[in-house]
């Protein structure tokens, strides 16, 4: 576990550079929150997912995810 949280952590830091580099790419916003969600830190992943759909509404992965967080936190 201790691993692949490191691995997280780290995917979460080379996507946030991602994002800096191509501010218009919905997929590492996705990417970012599934990430963020596997690291329970869900709120982040709420965000990261409404940003994802923002910027891409059509994104089907990003609706469901939130969608589903958004149920759990009921």
Request: aromatic residues 6%; charged residues 30%.
């Amino acid at each position: 576990v201790y691993k692949s949280q490191n691995a997280l952590d780290k995917a979460v830091k080379e996507l946030e550079a991602a994002w800096k580099a191509n501010p218009g790419d919905a997929e590492v916003l996705y990417n970012l929150g599934t990430c963020n969600e596997k690291l329970g830190k869900i709120d982040e992943a709420i965000k990261d997912y409404q940003d994802a759909l923002n910027v891409l509404p059509g994104h089907t992965q990003a609706k469901e995810a939130l969608e589903r967080l958004k149920a759990q936190k009921k």
